[in-house]
């Protein structure tokens, strides 16, 4: 499977163009979750899914999140991506979190 189709095939979550998410406070993982895949259309694979159903709270289901990411990575750099691009959401403590793991990895240069 090319690299392409292996990351589109994850359903990656992002905005469509032209929609604008409302904030809501106190809003559960979960919850934004599900809001970001309705609005775009992805899907989250079902071990993914399933890993996020039986986690305790937001932060185990934010762990998961950032351990999917990593291997996301890990795949797309071994498959030779030229780089990767993060959404952050003005938040920066997972993507330094997913850059730190890749670095430990030797798989980015610091």
Same mark, same amino acid.
């Given at each position: 499977?090319? !690299? ?11 905005? !469509? ?30 071990? &993914? ?5 039986? +986690? +305790? ?13 990593? !291997?996301?990575?890990?795949? &797309?750099? +071994?498959?030779?991506?030229?780089? &990767? ?15 730190? !793991?890749?670095?430990?990895?030797? &798989?980015?240069?610091?």
């Amino acid at each position: 499977m090319s !690299a392409r189709s292996s990351f589109e095939q994850k359903g990656h979550v992002s905005g !469509a163009k032209g929609h604008c998410a409302t904030h809501r406070p106190q809003m559960s993982r979960r919850s934004a979750l599900g809001v970001m895949t309705a609005m775009s259309g992805a899907t989250v694979p079902a071990d &993914l899914q399933s890993a996020i159903d039986r +986690a +305790a709270d937001d932060d185990a289901v934010r762990a998961l999140g950032v351990e999917h990411c990593i !291997a996301q990575c890990v795949e &797309l750099i +071994a498959a030779g991506v030229p780089g &990767l691009h993060f959404y952050t959401f003005n938040r920066a403590r997972a993507p330094i979190e997913i850059l730190a !793991a890749l670095r430990g990895q030797q &798989l980015l240069a610091s």
